[in-house]
Structure formats: C-alpha cells, structure tokens
C-alpha cells in the first residue's frame, strides 16, 4: 500500500496543513518586537480559552515539566497534599511530590471510571491540613474525565488548599473555566487537543496561586515561576523559547477561535459518542463507562485470545492506521484511539473500518465484517459530521 499515516494516538496529534506551513517560516528572535506581540497574543487566547483572569506561562517542556513546575513553586517541601490517582498521570503526579520532599496522600481508583467528589472530601475531612490537591482532567491513560466544576465546587466548601489540574489532554478538547471552576493552577501542553507540536508547556494560574509562588522559596531555578513571570510580564519567555513550534501554536491557537470554542467541545463529544457505539456495535468491551467516558480518547480491550499488541502492529504495517497501546497493567490487554485535535470523521471512518479488517485477520471471526463501519456510517449521516 502507498505510505500514508492516519495517527490517531492521544499526542502528538496530528497538525493542519495551516499549523504545519507556519512553522516552516524562518526562526525569528525571541527577544524581538514580533516574537513579543505573537507571545502576548497566544496568552491572551490561551486565557480566554480557558476563562483565566490570572496569569498563563507558556515553558519550553513537554508536559510532564509544567505539572513539575506545579509541585515545585504551588507547594512547598514537607506540605501535606492529597492526589487523586485515577491513572497513569494521577500516579506521576504523586511521584513528583514523593520525588520532591511533600508529604503526599495518595487516592486510589480503579482504571475506567471518574473519581466521585465524595471520595475526596472524605480525604479532606479528616486531613484539614492538605496544602494542595492534586487531580487529571482528562486521564489519558484510563481514557475516563473527572468532573472538575464539581470536584472544585465540593473541595471548595471545606477546604481553601490549592486545586491543581492536570489539563494536558482536556484544553481544546472540553470546557475548562478555572476562574468560575475555582482553579488555582492547570497544566496544558502544546500536542494533544492544541493541534500544535510538541515541546511547550502551560501553566495557568491565579492570582492566589502567583502570590504564593512569589512568596515562597526557590526550590528550583529553569522552572521558578518568579523569572518565568518576570520575563512573560514584558511578553517574553525566560530562557530560549521552542520558536517553531510557537509559531505552530500560534496559528493553532487562531484556528481554535475561528472554529469556536462550543463547536470543538460538541465535535469531540460526538466522535467519542459515534465511536464508541460502532465499537459496541462489533461486540468490543470499552476501558471506560459511558458516563465518564473521554470524549479525546477511547479504550478498548483486545477480545479474549487476541493480544493488543498484535492489533496495533497490524494496524499500522497493514493498514497504515497508528493507535496507541493501553497503559500500565492495561498494557498488551487494551489499546486506545484517540480522537482530539484535528481529526474529523473521515479519519475515524478508516479506523474503524481497519480495525474490523485487523481483527479478523487476527482471526477474530465472531464477527459479521463491517457491521461497526456500518453504524458508524449511519450515525455520521444523522449527526452530519
Ligand atoms: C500527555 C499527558 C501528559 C504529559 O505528557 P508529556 O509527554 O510530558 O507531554 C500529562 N498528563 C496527561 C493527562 C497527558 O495526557
């Protein structure tokens, strides 16, 4: 078959021809008048995206380095903080603050569904000293979406400790509003649901939030908010900026406004509901419940006998169809499609359709060939995506 890549994993996602030809400008000075009116509108549309009325950095790092920067400069060594695990990213959440001296709570559940206000104001109610607590939006890896509105809403009544959000796979994918939601802090990077390349980093962060990073001491010094501040405040990175990549996002950024932020919430509901019900519809067992369910990403489990592994080598050598494999101890037992950023229906159209043909070349035969592209055609028609 002709070499042609349809990549559905959940970052880095795919880039529109318009983000790509920008980037291919050449480098411009990052100190310079033009970077600095790119710089300062880029945070200006990342605030509003976000309803963010206090401050947005935008770090050379992938990003696992803004939710460091999190632990390092809203919370300080030896605090109390709780952490909600709800997956892989919960985990490596708690990780950094063992890694980093604090004195972490760890709130466990299990793959596959969201975690329930409840369970974490019960933590709080016998822990009213935790300084901070930790949380994923979307997590990636169990492809589930904790409701932080209500999550935030209920912490909020008991406790004043800072909530920090780990948005990486939910900024333009689903709502976020950090200044009616409460939010003190939220992560973002530059790959998954921002159709951009890889190598920025977000934070977002209140005006509390700031105040106490002013305040408090350096633990750390690429990552110390105190100089990233002190540069973005005249609309300039503290250290080299990933200048091509900026300029991707840049015009990511534009091409999120002009779509409307309504429109790509609605879209990506619609292509996890339409994918999900085809995936049914071929007898699969998805990762997630339907009520917490992703709408950037869907889980699926391999059918008995059939290793996951072996769907997404398929996949891609037969049918040029890049997926993701599941994680942790999903990992060989589940795979995942991602459906964020800038995908449309005709993208998850050959995923489906490959797929059917994958697993019944892997000899998965229960199966009536093409019953799962069928009602994806039909749904697609009646939402007219
Ligand atoms: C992708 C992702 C990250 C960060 O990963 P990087 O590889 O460091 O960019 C963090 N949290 C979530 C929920 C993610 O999906």
């Known amino acids: 078959m002709i070499d042609k890549e349809f990549l559905l994993i959940p970052g880095p996602t795919p880039l529109p021809p318009r983000v790509i030809s920008a980037m291919t400008q050449p480098i411009i000075n990052h100190r310079g ?14 605030k509003e995206l976000i309803n963010c009325s206090g401050d947005v950095y935008l770090i050379p790092s992938s990003g696992t380095g803004a939710m460091e920067l999190s632990v390092d400069n809203f919370t300080s060594k030896g605090d109390k903080v709780l952490v909600v695990d709800t997956g892989i990213f919960g985990e490596r959440f708690y990780m950094m603050n063992v890694a980093r001296g604090r004195n972490a709570l760890r709130l466990k559940v299990e793959w596959g569904r969201a975690v329930q206000p409840e369970e974490i104001t019960e933590v709080l109610i016998s822990n009213s000293d935790v300084k901070a607590v930790f949380i994923a939006h979307n997590e990636t890896s169990a492809t589930t979406i904790n409701d932080i509105k209500q999550i935030s809403s209920r912490i909020k009544k008991m406790s004043d400790c800072f909530i920090i959000v780990d948005a990486v796979s939910s900024i333009g994918v689903t709502e976020i509003d950090i200044d009616n939601w409460g939010i003190d802090v939220l992560i973002g990077a530059s790959q ?11 934070v977002a962060a209140s005006k509390r939030a700031v105040e106490y990073a002013m305040k408090k001491e350096n633990e750390t010094y690429y990552f110390d908010v105190k100089s990233i501040k002190k540069n973005a405040d005249i609309n300039q990175s503290f250290t080299t900026f990933p200048v091509s990549t900026f300029l991707g996002l840049s015009e990511a950024l534009k091409m999120i406004q002009e779509e409307g932020y309504e429109n790509i919430y609605k879209r990506h509901l619609i292509y996890r509901n339409l994918v999900r019900t085809a995936l049914k519809e071929i007898g699969l067992e998805l990762v997630a419940n339907d009520a917490d369910a992703s709408p950037g990403l869907t889980g699926i489990y391999a059918p008995k006998g059939i290793n996951a592994n072996d769907i997404i080598s398929m996949m891609r050598e037969r049918y040029g169809v890049e997926i993701a494999s599941a994680q942790g101890n999903l990992k060989g037992k589940a795979f995942r499609i991602s459906h964020m950023g800038y995908i449309n229906s005709n993208d998850l ?16 035969n229960d199966i009536e060939m093409g019953i799962g592209t069928k009602k994806f055609l039909e749904l697609r028609r009646k939402f007219e995506v």
């Open 349 to 364: 159209l050959v995923a489906i359709s490959a797929l059917e043909c994958t697993l019944k070349d892997l000899g998965y």
């Open 33 to 46: 008048p033009r970077f600095k009116e790119m710089f300062q509108k880029a945070m200006i549309a990342l």
């Open 192 to 202: 998954k649901g921002l159709m951009s390349p890889p190598g920025i980093g977000i």
